[in-house]
């Protein structure tokens, strides 16, 4: 069906979409300037579910992101960015990369209807199996009693980096009962105060000055990447690398100084290339989306 965008048909047209049903299409011409971005807020409104947007570069998926919220008033336009380094280069996707998709990747497992602007690039590269990425979720409360040296542990196993300093996104910092983390899905580095094993209090703090600003009540730890450096997943890395060094014909020395840092759960510079190697299967981000996402 293709429908000619004009106002006397705008709410037709938003009728029509919004009630497309799995294998149903319709094309929509006419959208000039901002009005793409007005009618998609407008149906995102109407329609009360997921919608996944697919523009040709990042640059027009940046751009109508921030058209969409402009006409929306928040953050409801989310832009799901590539990595944007090429394939087997030895370096790591930007922290603030790494974090995005992770923390989009969560909201898609929440019960609330999201909208990604995104580019084909960015969909076609596979991503955690999700529910690898729900397991390893970790809230803090406060009041709530934990053991400290288990959380420790599975904040290592989340791909958190242990330093002096947080800096950035995925490291972590622990002096006496105080845990600094940055977390992928705040704009804020999290500082967690202990009273034994009690969480005592929670509040985001300035990267610059290192002092406390707003309180809060619980904390969502997500991984700080795809990769989760749990026993059974870096056993399974091993084996898969030594398979795979096999058939390279790959010098032993390389094969074992990888399997060496896998196991010691250290992060290295372009290891999210080895995402594959640490689980069974991957998904897509379509495996993430719901049913009745348009």
């Known amino acids: 069906m293709v429908v000619s965008a004009s106002n006397n048909i705008f709410h037709k047209a938003l009728e029509t979409i919004s009630s497309l049903r799995s294998g149903e299409r319709s094309a929509l011409s006419g959208l000039l300037g901002s ?14 579910k997921t919608i996944l947007i697919i523009t040709p570069s990042e640059d027009e998926a940046e751009g109508l992101a921030k058209d969409i919220n402009f006409f929306l008033g928040n953050h409801a336009a989310l ?21 995005a998709r992770i923390n989009i990747l969560y909201k898609l497992t929440q019960a609330s209807p999201q909208m990604l602007v995104t580019t084909p690039s960015a969909i076609l590269q596979k991503v955690l199996p999700k529910n690898a990425l729900t397991l390893s979720v970790h ?4 009041g709530k009693e934990v053991n400290r040296d288990e959380v420790l542990q599975k904040l290592l196993h989340m791909g958190y980096s ?14 006496g009962g105080i845990l600094d983390i940055f977390p992928p899905s705040y704009p804020s580095p999290i500082r967690i105060e202990f009273f034994g094993d009690e969480v005592e209090a929670i ?6 000055t290192q002092r406390s600003k707003e309180i809060m009540h619980e904390a969502v730890i997500l991984p700080a990447r795809e990769i989760l450096f749990s026993q059974e997943g870096k056993e ?9 060094a096999e058939e390279l014909e790959l010098p ?4 074992e100084s990888i399997s060496d840092r ?24 379509f495996d993430y989306l719901s049913d009745h996402c348009l």
Request: hydrophobic content about 45%.
């Open 139 to 142: 809230r803090f409360e406060v």
């Open 236 to 244: 399974l890395a091993k084996n898969k690398l030594r398979q795979r």
């Open 35 to 48: 009005s793409k971005a007005f009618f998609i807020a407008s149906l995102f409104e109407k329609a009360n």
């Open 79 to 99: 832009f799901y960015p590539s990595w944007e380094i090429l394939p087997f280069e030895a370096q790591s996707p930007h922290p603030d990369i790494i974090a």
């Open 162 to 175: 242990r330093i002096g300093l947080v800096g950035e996104r995925g490291e972590m910092r622990i002096a």
């Open 252 to 255: 032993r020395d390389i094969r």
């Open 203 to 208: 509040r985001t703090f300035d990267i610059a």
């Open 262 to 285: 896998i196991r010691d759960g250290l992060i290295f510079s372009g290891i999210d290339f080895l995402l594959p190697l640490f689980y069974e299967k991957l998904d897509t981000i």
